[in-house]
């Protein structure tokens, strides 16, 4: 009976002190791989349905001789929608990219996380993005300019510097006006109206009537 009691005692042991060399071991593995820190950077500001990119960058931060992490790094991020896959493959530099778009407004959070390698622990960081409404740049205004008694090709220079077009030329006998010279216009000089909108009528001195 004393012999059995023994024999169990013993493989008891051994089986702890097996035990115990096993997780020492992962201990041992998990404590050398080397420090690292993940940065992320991404436009503070994008507009919806714009597209954007985001650049992972994973540096060793360990003491000693530093070597490049590799492996890849995914991404996670609510109101974007990722242009195939949120995972990327670090380069030799130890950075890579995702593209992205903003899908509705509101403010997104990016965490870009580092899986680690064999000799690299994971890492991670955030950056928020805010995300919104593309805004419509305002038309074009057309400063209408003074025309009345420039020629027909000075009248056509000035409304472009002013960013207007020119509308519809009619001609009429004048006596105060030279031939081929502006007699009136609408609108009036000064007015400021969209250029898309409106254009500059003219009417044109025939001359004197004969």
Do not use: W
């Amino acid at each position: 009976m004393r012999n059995a009691v023994r024999a169990v005692v013993a493989v008891v042991i051994g089986l702890a002190a097996v035990l115990s060399l096993g997780a020492g071991s992962a201990m041992s593995s998990q404590s050398a791989l080397r420090s690292t820190s993940t940065s992320v950077t991404c436009p503070s500001v994008i507009a919806t349905h714009q597209i954007g990119t985001c650049e992972a960058v994973v540096t060793d931060t360990d003491t000693g001789t530093a070597t490049t992490p590799s492996g890849t790094v995914g991404f996670s991020a609510s109101t974007l929608e990722f242009s195939g896959s949120p995972v990327c493959t670090l380069s030799a530099a130890g950075s890579c990219q995702i593209t992205y778009t903003g899908s509705v407004q509101a403010t997104a959070t990016v965490t870009a996380s580092y899986d680690g390698d064999s000799s690299h622990a994971p890492s991670s960081a955030t950056q928020e993005i805010l995300v919104v409404y593309p805004t419509i740049p305002p038309p074009p205004l057309c400063r209408v300019p003074r025309v009345i008694g420039k020629t027909v090709a000075q009248t056509r220079r000035a409304l472009r510097h002013g960013q207007c077009r020119s509308g519809r030329i009619r001609f009429a006998f004048s006596t105060r006006i030279k031939k081929g010279r502006v007699i009136s216009q609408r609108p009036k000089p000064g007015k400021v109206v969209p250029a898309d909108h409106h254009k500059v009528r003219l009417v044109v001195s025939r001359g004197k009537r004969p």
